[in-house]
């Protein structure tokens, strides 16, 4: 009995998405970056989809379809607050700035990216710091 292996072109294609902190960790009211880093051919031009959510609103935040440049999607929630670079993307990095960071930011992001039909996701967590303040003991 013989087996044979065909490995095909869209096996070949798979592709992982990671992340360049799995927690990151800012104080209130401060700006954070967050970063996802992904393979792309540089020589032509990828079939991008990108989608980040916030797990705890169980929806997208922020979407950028490379076929569709000049409609970016913002949640309401953090429209002029988060900034993310659709050029980068097409480079393989997606990076967001959000500014001015609120409690309820905090939580679980995830980024879901499809290339050229294949699609990868990987979460991060953004937790609040706690401001240290010195303490003074009175005797």
């Not at 970063?35 to 051919?41: G, R, S």
């Not at 797990?55 to 993310?84: G, M, P, W």
Request: aromatic share 10%.
């Amino acid at each position: 009995m013989s087996v044979f292996l065909f490995l095909t072109p869209a096996a070949q294609s798979e592709f992982t998405v990671s992340v360049e902190q799995e927690v990151y960790q800012a104080e209130e009211n401060s700006n954070i970056t967050m970063a996802w880093i992904f393979p792309v051919d540089t020589n032509k031009s990828p079939d991008l989809y990108v989608d980040l959510q916030n797990v705890k609103l169980k929806s997208s935040i922020y979407t950028y379809n490379s076929k569709r440049d000049a409609k970016l999607y913002l949640h309401e929630i953090y429209r002029d607050r988060l900034h993310c670079d659709p050029q980068l993307a097409m480079k393989g990095q997606f990076k967001c700035l959000l500014t001015d960071l609120m409690v309820s930011d905090t939580g679980t992001y995830q980024c879901i990216v499809t290339l050229n039909g294949k699609s990868n996701s990987k979460p991060c967590d953004l937790n609040k710091k706690v401001k240290r303040t010195k303490t003074k003991l009175i005797v």
